[in-house]
């Protein structure tokens, strides 16, 4: 018997590596039955995929250990002359299906088309005489199928488009599953652990609870969510009403994501599942997915070392049964790029929760409706749960038919924790300093500049005081120092009178008590998640606790290139007659005015709502590759540095990572760490910033470089000498 391989590292036969495909299959099948697809075309997808292996340029790719061999066909476009349209048909598969497979056993690979059809059907010929050497039990009665492809099932020139309906969703399911299977079986995990732990895990949490009070229950939202598992929901609840323990009610014995809008918050949220709600789950089924997912799991000591990587790849796979993630990690698919189905197959028997949704800008929202719509039509569920509900967005889902159930009212209790003051001026030092005497006091500016701009100010006037700044421009070591030590200030237990100047990266990332908020307006949503840093557990007294400065008859920093002008017209005229106690109805009463459709028609926010979404519906499939989307995604043109003078400073240590990456005889893991420690010291500056210095590239290898910014950095005030006048990103 002839053995044909399909992997050198480690070295693996195409029998041996089929075997795992299908045991994951099996798997698969089992945990998930109802997914919306034909299982006996996956198990066929997943038999066949890769037979186009047994071709000899792809043997002696793997006997010379070479990346590429000239002339070779990738042998995911080879692999469908194992497909027997012919046997299909009799057993009454329809073109539509059988096209399908043709395709998802095609493009399980992203690869290049660089030959033309004489060259493909030559080599597909040659297949003939391998397959006769090739035995594989599992393969009795298939053949090779010397009859010339029929143009309705596949062509290396076209593709399954949206155009085609139906069809397409039908063949994102059977291509991502496909997809799912072989890369869980090349990284030697499994598809999917399953959930048979959540509600058990949730009796048991009710049950501490009573230990402490006899008669503690869930409540009234969280046996709202529980009653309603198997419909979407769209829910207002206000912060403090055990949201995180409701969307786990919600999810059940089901595969979920909990989805934020800020990774500060995402990493809380998972510390606290971990540690508080779920202990007992930690690490074998509980994921954390955005872009320094290994740096937490690195840093995490309770995961032992000899498990980080395998934990981080079953993340990344998608295959732990509750992830809580950012939702570029999850809705770029939205732009069906090259590669993208995967996630959406995946996600069709999933639940997600997408939380504060009104946190998010004009394109991120646009990208959740449409993806939502996606995910409604391949079978999974969603749940929108949120302190603040925008009208206008019901508006929209209900134009993308999305179907889902409301509760006749929010879930929004009797206290009150705020009495704002309304200030028909800019924010300025002065009124800082009049109001800080004793106080904690958190100061929000919408940029940087502004937040620098005060903070040099107080630091000069009050230099005894203490005084700190956050914002986004602070290496990751840094920053994460700074963030441990607003929460400290920022907790009840702590008594010092201290001042906070910040962005949005506070509004809601960080749990933190401040005892005065001073902000500038931005927009209503905005206001009411940065009031959300004061008071959060404590009733209201006599003295204003929030100051909002409107900017009187100008506008606030931001306004314009960053805050949409007619929200921030709308939230300072429905604040001027508002002064004093303002209670959590009143709030959504004041949101229900700003962001209601016929009041927001014409503005720029709805007009870039309806601009991304009119091009996702036009766009065509597979136009774009991942890296382009990820950069689309996040509407961030930003650049990764290390500031010149962190680089002077951690000369040494920056090295030695370096040589550990480029060691050949480093472990994987021990190539993560070192990126993990370079990451340390860099910062992501909008790239328009970081063009205006003198930049240094240190490569590390072909495909990774670091670069090393001219620009003055303090661990105080972070990148400073590149914020000009025309600065307004947060």
């Known amino acids: ?119 493909y059907q030559l080599e597909r010929e040659k297949l003939a005489e391998p397959f006769e050497k090739f035995k594989y039990e599992k393969l009795e009665g298939y053949r090779y199928c010397d009859f010339k492809l029929s143009r309705r099932y596949f062509t290396l020139e076209n593709r399954i488009m949206k155009e085609d309906g139906q069809l397409f969703f039908d063949y994102i399911l059977l291509k991502g599953l496909l997809n799912r299977i072989d890369y869980a079986a090349s990284a030697g995990i499994l598809v999917e652990q399953p959930n048979d732990f959540l509600e058990e895990a949730m009796d048991q949490l009710l049950l501490t609870f009573q230990k402490k009070n006899s008669a503690a229950e869930w409540n009234e939202l969280q046996r709202y969510m529980c009653a309603h598992q198997a419909d979407n929901i769209v829910v207002v609840a206000e912060t403090g009403m055990g949201k995180t323990e409701a969307g786990l009610l919600w999810l059940g014995n089901q595969k979920g994501f909990f989805t934020l809008p800020v990774r500060t918050s995402i990493n809380a949220m998972y510390d606290r599942i971990s540690q508080q709600i779920l202990p007992e789950i930690y690490e074998k089924k509980l994921g954390l997915l955005h872009a320094e997912t290994l740096n937490q799991y690195l840093d995490d000591k309770e995961i032992e070392d000899d498990k980080v990587d395998d934990y981080f790849e079953r993340t990344r796979q998608l295959s732990l049964p509750l992830t809580i993630c950012t939702i570029d990690q999850l809705f770029d698919f939205v732009y069906f790029y090259a590669g993208f189905e995967p996630k959406l197959a995946t996600l069709s028997y999933s639940k997600v929760i997408i939380d504060e949704i009104q946190m998010y800008s004009p394109d991120l929202l646009s990208y959740l409706i449409y993806g939502l719509a996606c995910i409604q039509k391949v079978g999974g569920k969603f749940c929108i749960m949120t302190a603040t509900l925008p009208g206008f967005l019901i508006d929209y889902l209900h134009k993308f038919n999305l179907q889902f159930e409301q509760p006749e009212h929010a879930f929004i209790s009797e206290r009150v924790r705020h009495r704002i003051a309304v200030v028909p001026t800019r924010l300025e030092a002065d009124a800082i300093i009049e109001k800080q005497q004793g106080k904690r006091v958190l100061v929000i500016a919408n940029t940087v500049k502004e937040a620098n701009r005060i903070y040099a100010e107080l630091r000069e006037r009050l230099p005894e005081h203490k005084i700190s700044l956050l914002h986004s421009r602070f290496i990751r070591k840094d920053r994460s120092l700074k963030e441990a030590e607003i929460v400290k200030d920022g907790s009840l237990k702590t008594g010092e009178a201290c001042i906070w100047i910040a962005t949005q990266v506070v509004e809601a990332s960080l749990d933190i008590d401040f005892d005065i908020l001073m902000t500038e307006l931005s927009d209503l949503n905005g206001l009411f998640q940065r009031m959300g840093r004061c008071y959060r557990q404590r009733e209201v007294e006599e003295e204003p606790n929030v100051y909002i400065f409107n900017g009187g008859k100008k506008y606030n920093t931001g306004v314009g290139p960053v805050i949409d002008e007619t929200i921030y017209r709308l939230s300072k005229e429905v604040l001027e007659s508002k002064s004093g106690l303002l209670t959590e109805q009143e709030k959504l009463n004041m949101l229900d005015a700003v962001y209601a459709m016929e009041k927001l028609q014409g503005s720029q926010y709805l007009k870039s709502l309806d601009g991304t979404l009119d091009y996702l519906n036009i766009l065509d499939p597979y136009s774009m590759d991942k890296k382009e989307v990820q950069q689309k995604f996040r509407n961030i043109d930003s650049t990764t540095v290390i500031p010149s003078p962190v680089y002077q400073e951690y000369q040494a240590v920056i090295a030695e990572q370096v040589e550990i990456i480029k060691d050949k005889q480093k472990t994987k893991h021990e190539k993560s760490k070192a990126r993990a420690k370079l990451n340390e010291f860099q910062v992501a500056l909008p790239t328009y910033i970081c063009l205006k210095g003198e930049q240094t590239l240190l490569r590390i290898n072909d495909y990774e470089k670091l670069t090393i910014l001219a620009c003055e950095y303090g661990v105080e005030t972070g990148v400073q000498e590149l914020i000009k006048d025309d600065d307004l990103f947060f």
């Open 1 to 119: 018997m002839t053995t044909f391989y399909a992997k050198s590292k480690p070295l693996e036969t195409i029998q041996q590596h089929t075997d795992k495909l299908l045991e994951n299959y099996q798997q698969l099948s089992e945990l998930y039955p109802e997914i919306k697809t034909e299982w006996e075309l996956l198990y066929l997808a997943c038999l066949l995929h890769d037979l186009g292996k047994m071709s000899n340029k792809f043997q002696e790719k793997i006997r010379k250990e070479k990346k590429t061999i000239p002339g070779e066909i990738p042998h995911n476009y080879l692999s469908v002359a194992f497909i027997d349209s012919k046997s299909l048909k009799k057993q009454g598969y329809t073109n539509q299906q059988i096209k399908s497979l043709y395709h998802a056993v095609a493009y399980h690979h992203v690869r290049a088309i660089n030959f033309n059809e004489e060259e």
